[in-house]
Every structure is written in C-alpha cells, then in structure tokens.
C-alpha cells in the first residue's frame, strides 16, 4: 500500500504557495518535512489531509484519489494532528481518545472501541490522567494525548504537524518513539512536519525539504540535511558531525541575504 502525491498545486487566493510537490510513502516509513516558516508544511499536510483541495495535482492511496473518497473512509485511512487543537468545551482525556474512534461509531462505541482507548491509555502511560480535563493538561500530556486519539483512529498513514514543537526534550523523545513504534510495529506510515533537524535526522526514514512551496531536495537523511543545503534553505551555518550513521548539527550562525524567506 502506497500514498502518493504528484504534482500538487496549492494557492490561497492567487498566491501559490505549494508548487509541484510530488512524493511516494510507503507503509512503516517516516518522512519528515522540512523548511523554514512559511514554506508550505502545514499547508501540504492540510492538503494530503483532504481538509485543503490543490488546484492541481493528484493525492492516491493505491490508486484512489484521497478526493473521491467518503469523509468516514478517509478518516479511516488518513489521521490528521494539527500544531494545535482548541478545545471548546471541558472534555476528560479519555473523551478526547475516544474521538479517535468517531469513523468506527455509528451511535454508540461498541466494546472494542472501549477497549482500544482503554488499551492506548495503558501503553502509552495516561491512566492517571484518564479523567482529567485535556485544556488542563500540560503541553507535553497534551501532545501524548492527541497521538494517542489519533492512533485510535486506526489509520494506515498520519500527518503530524509539528509534533514536538513546543515539548521538552524527555517528551520529544517520547513522542517520537511513539511515532516510531506505530511505523515499526503496525506499519503505519508517518509524515511529520519537522522544525528540530536532530530529531528528524535521528528518527525519519526520508525527508523532504521545502524551500517557497517547492521542493527543494529529497532523499535520506544525510543526502537531504547538508551544510550546503541548510545553508541555502535556512540561511544559518551549520556544523555537521555523524553519530551511528546519523548527521547531527551544530548551529553556527545566521547568514545574511541567504535562505531569505519572502512568504512571512
Ligand atoms: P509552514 O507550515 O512551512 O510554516 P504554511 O503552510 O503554514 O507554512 O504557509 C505557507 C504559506 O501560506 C505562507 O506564506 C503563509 O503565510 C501562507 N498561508 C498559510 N495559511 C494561509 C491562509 N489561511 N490564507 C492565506 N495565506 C496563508
């Protein structure tokens, strides 16, 4: 089973901000998205998301077009974790895993749809906080507790916009090892929208990088995220030294009139 983008256009009003993305995912596999503010992440993973319709281009699951499909079914496919997600009523922490589950309820969760909550909350260390208020919680909880909803969904691929953002770095590894552990051990695909390098270059099987809504290199880790390339990209001097076959980076320093960012 495949996901696959070709040729995807995006413009809000007249300005196009994606411009011929194409990519390949395969299940298990994790591709990080990467590039500065304003390059076009969230706007792509909106898109493969069903929730943004690109002006031009293809987004397939095997050969069905995401855009043909029944919103249930979709949901049933395709998870989708924005950078944030406003509550606007109190929900307990085991409500909010339930809605994971909405694409499988037809009026009301079935045993099963229990116990896979149940199951979540278990593995992914929340019991203790099954019943407190999720607006409540701190933002590395909240980030567990939105994975964990959208592993309740069951999906074969989720789209995961900044996952580590705002966490420390005990919960940035705990994230990503959850991710890590859905892709490994159920075959789930993974496409994160990536600021931290270092995570992306230690935990993603591929990565893409976006420069203006374009792509501006893909590949493996260490063919994508080169001195040359973020120097380019983000305009900042890197360091690179390799651990385990891993690159990982120094920041140097911000260069002027390079990787100069005309969308923000
Ligand atoms: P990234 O996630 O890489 O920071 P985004 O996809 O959020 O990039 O944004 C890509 C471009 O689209 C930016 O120039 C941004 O200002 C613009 N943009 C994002 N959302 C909207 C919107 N709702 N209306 C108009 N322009 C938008």
Known sequence: MMLYVDGLCFSYKRAEVLSDIGL???????LAVVGPNGAGKTTLLRCIAGIAKPEKGSIRIDERDIF???????????????????????????????????????WRPSANDLEVVADLLRSMG???????YFDQLS???????????????ETDYLLL??????????????????ISSMAKEKGVAAILAMHDL?????????????NNGRMFCTGEPHQVM???????????????????????????????????????
């Open 226 to 264: 080169t001195r040359e390339n973020i120097m380019s990209v983000y305009g900042v001097e890197t360091e690179i030294n390799t651990s385990n076959g891993c690159p990982y980076f120094l920041p140097i320093r911000p260069v002027r009139d390079q990787g100069v960012d005309s969308r923000e």
């Open 24 to 30: 390949k995912l395969r299940r298990g596999k994790i």
């Open 139 to 153: 933002g590395g909880q909240k980030q567990k507790v939105l994975l964990a909803k959208a592993f309740a969904q």
């Open 161 to 178: 916009d900044e996952p580590t953002g705002t966490l420390d770095l005990r919960h940035q590894m705990e994230v990503m090892e959850m």
């Open 198 to 210: 270092n995570l992306t270059s230690r935990f993603a099987d591929a990565v893409l990088m976006l």
């Open 126 to 132: 929340l019991v203790d906080i099954a019943l407190r």
């Open 68 to 106: 043909g499909m029944k919103r249930t079914g979709l949901a049933r496919r395709i998870g989708y974790v924005p950078q944030s997600a406003p509550s606007k009523f109190p929900v307990t922490v085991f409500e909010t895993i339930l809605m994971g589950r909405r694409p499988y309820i037809s």
